[in-house]
Nanobody, 115 residues
Framework: QVQLVQSGGGLVQPGGSLRLSCAVSGNIFSMYRMVWYRQAPGKQRELVAAIDTDFSTNYADSVKGRFTISRDNAKNTVYLQMNSLKPEDTAVYYC?????????WGQGTQVTVSS
């Protein structure tokens, strides 16, 4: 069974930065499309950023210019660098690995942006 283990997150002041990590078990990490989602209280889960196997990326408009998704295939890990954080970025963040019909999810990590 593929496991996704997230780390990072926590409480940060507005304007601050955090980095989320998501380590994926197995030996086919380079074949996964990796996606970060988030879900704020009372809202639907939304795509934040994605990175494909060719390292192409896309972002939600709300985070463009502030967040950066990256992957290290040697470490089986995807990252989400979050800068200039805003209170509206507060949510539980999830990583997702997609390969064909299969997809796998991390456990979620809380990010709270507050003064």
């Amino acid at each position: 069974q593929v496991q996704l283990v997230q780390s990072g997150g926590g409480l940060v002041q507005p304007g601050g930065s955090l980095r989320l990590s998501c380590a994926v078990s197995g030996n086919i990490f380079s074949m996964y499309r990796m996606v970060w989602y988030r879900q704020a209280p009372g809202k639907q889960r939304e795509l934040v950023a994605a990175i494909d196997t060719d390292f192409s990326t896309n972002y939600a408009d709300s985070v463009k210019g502030r967040f950066t998704i990256s992957r290290d295939n040697a470490k089986n890990t995807v990252y989400l660098q979050m800068n200039s954080l805003k209170p509206e970025d507060t949510a539980v963040y999830y990583c997702n690995a997609v390969w064909g019909q299969k997809d796998y999810w991390g456990q979620g990590t809380q990010v709270t942006v507050s003064s």
